[in-house]
Structures are given as structure tokens and as C-alpha cells.
Nanobody
Framework: QVQLVESGGGLVQAGGSLRLSCLATRNVFSTLIMAWYRQDPDKQRELVASITRIGATTYADSVKGRFSLSRDGAKNAIYLQMNGLKPEDASIYYC????????????WGQGTQVTVSS
């Protein structure tokens, strides 16, 4: 089973930028959808951005124009470039890979904390 390892979270001031990375233990781009979700305690997990097998990306309305998802097939990695961060973007961000979004057969990373100070 593929494993996902996130990195790149941290503390940033409002208006700042962070780049999250997610490395997969094998090539998954041809078979799986990959995505970034975020979740706060006592709240539902929210889809932030996704990328399909053919490279089409979608974004939550709340991050459009500020976040950008990309992938590197040679490194089996996806990245989430987050610009113009707002305090409401603070959360734990999770990398996901699965046959569809939020599939019970999907795989999750361990999460990386993003904190945005106002």
C-alpha cells in the first residue's frame, strides 16, 4: 500500500506563504487522484485542492487564486503552494491519494500543522 509523507507546515504571518510537500512511496499519478485536505478539531475535513490522473486541478472557493497544487512525477510528489495566507487557513493539512476523493480505500498522510498569526 502506498504511504504518504507530508512536510512544510509551520508558523507564518498573515499574508505570508508556505509550501507543503507530499511524497508518495511509489508512483500513483497514473492510477489515483491526489488531494490536500485540512481539518480543525471538532470540524469536518475540508477538501482544499485536488489533482486528477490527467493533471486537472480543482480548488475550494476559499483558496482559489491563492493556493496552487502541482506535482512532480519523477519524485512521486505533490506540492501545495499557499500564498496570501489568512488566519482562517490555519489547520492541519493532510495529503490524500485514492481512486476517488474521500474514498474508503484512500490513503492519508499523517498531517502537517499550518499556523497563521494575525
Amino acid at each position: 500500500q502506498v504511504q504518504l509523507v507530508e512536510s512544510g507546515g509551520g508558523l507564518v504571518q498573515a499574508g505570508g506563504s508556505l509550501r507543503l510537500s507530499c511524497l508518495a512511496t511509489r508512483n500513483v499519478f497514473s492510477t489515483l487522484i491526489m488531494a490536500w485536505y485540512r481539518q480543525d478539531p471538532d470540524k469536518q475535513r475540508e477538501l482544499v485542492a485536488s489533482i486528477t490522473r490527467i493533471g486537472a486541478t480543482t480548488y475550494a472557493d476559499s483558496v482559489k487564486g491563492r493556493f496552487s497544487l502541482s506535482r512532480d512525477g519523477a519524485k512521486n510528489a505533490i506540492y501545495l503552494q499557499m500564498n496570501g495566507l489568512k488566519p482562517e487557513d490555519a489547520s492541519i493539512y493532510y495529503c490524500y491519494a485514492g481512486p476517488t476523493l474521500s474514498s474508503p480505500r484512500g490513503v492519508w498522510g499523517q498531517g502537517t500543522q499550518v499556523t497563521v498569526s494575525s
